[in-house]
Every structure is written in structure tokens, then in C-alpha cells.
């Protein structure tokens, strides 16, 4: 996690292996998500409420579990080429899902929920649909390729 010579040692010699890569995946993709997710809770951005909390937490929560479930979709540590597939993939869902997203965001817009609930169900649906989406076309693309 530390020892970037070792990191650039092993890179030197080839790709990482699947089961170190999603290591280093695993925890980039924690940080990130902290970071967005947490950031906007930290002052002066204002009062934070327990529903702010909540949806934060359970953002990561679902990203790091969609990140996994792409990963055993893959195969898991058997599962090759993880990286060339997980990337190119999530451009192409998360594009389609903002297309997507646009008449439901004019239809929330226009029709404004009234509860804050339904805005944090409507988020974690989003999320775990998309990262579910990812995981079947990975899925498909290492069945394919083990045939």
C-alpha cells in the first residue's frame, strides 16, 4: 500500500495479477467515494442531518459492493484482464444512466418529491441498477471469453 519502488518493481515485470489489482482498485475506489461522499458533510457547508449521513453511507456502501460484484461477475481471482473490462464498461453504463437519468431528473424537477426519503431511495436504486448493469456485461464478456 506504501512501497511505491516494490509497486513500480512489480508493474515493471507485467500487469498485476487480478487479485492485486483489486486491491489497490478496492481502496482507490473507498477513497474516492469518501471523499465524495464525505467532503459535503464536513463544515461550512452547513448543518448536516442524519439523513446527509445516511445517504453518504450508503453510497459507499453500495459502490464498494457494486465494485465487488463486477469483480466476481469477472471470475474473482481467477477472472482475467479485470481493469481492460471494468473500465471501459463503467464509461459506457454510467454515460448511458446519466441519458437515462435526464427525464427523471426534469420529472423531479417539475414534480417535486415530498419526502427527502424518496430522493435518497431514488440515488441508491440509481446506483445499485447501474453497478448491476456493469456486473451482467462483465459477466457476459467472462463467460464468453472462457468459452
Known amino acids: ?3 511505491i519502488r516494490q509497486l513500480k518493481r512489480d508493474l515493471v515485470a507485467g500487469p498485476l495479477p487480478n487479485r492485486e489489482f483489486i486491491r489497490y482498485l478496492f481502496w482507490l475506489t473507498f477513497v474516492t467515494l ?3 461522499e464525505g467532503v459535503p458533510l464536513l463544515p461550512p457547508e ?6 446527509d449521513v445516511i445517504t453518504a453511507l450508503l453510497s459507499i456502501f453500495f459502490g464498494m459492493l457494486g465494485l465487488i460484484w463486477a469483480y466476481r461477475a469477472n471470475g474473482g481471482d481467477n477472472g482475467r ?3 481492460a473490462r471494468y473500465f471501459p464498461i463503467c464509461w459506457v453504463i454510467a454515460f448511458r444512466f446519466v441519458v437515462f437519468s435526464v427525464p427523471l431528473i426534469i420529472g423531479i424537477v417539475v414534480l417535486p418529491p415530498t419526502s ?5 431511495t431514488i440515488l441508491q436504486l440509481w446506483i445499485i441498477a447501474m453497478y448491476w448493469r456493469i456486473a451482467v ?3 457476459d464478456i467472462a463467460r464468453e471469453g472462457a468459452e
Open 34 to 36: 469518501l471523499g465524495i
Open 1 to 3: 500500500c506504501w512501497n
Open 116 to 120: 427527502e426519503w424518496i430522493y435518497v
Open 46 to 51: 452547513g448543518p448536516v442531518t442524519g439523513l
Open 137 to 139: 456485461h462483465i459477466g
Open 81 to 83: 484482464e479485470f481493469a
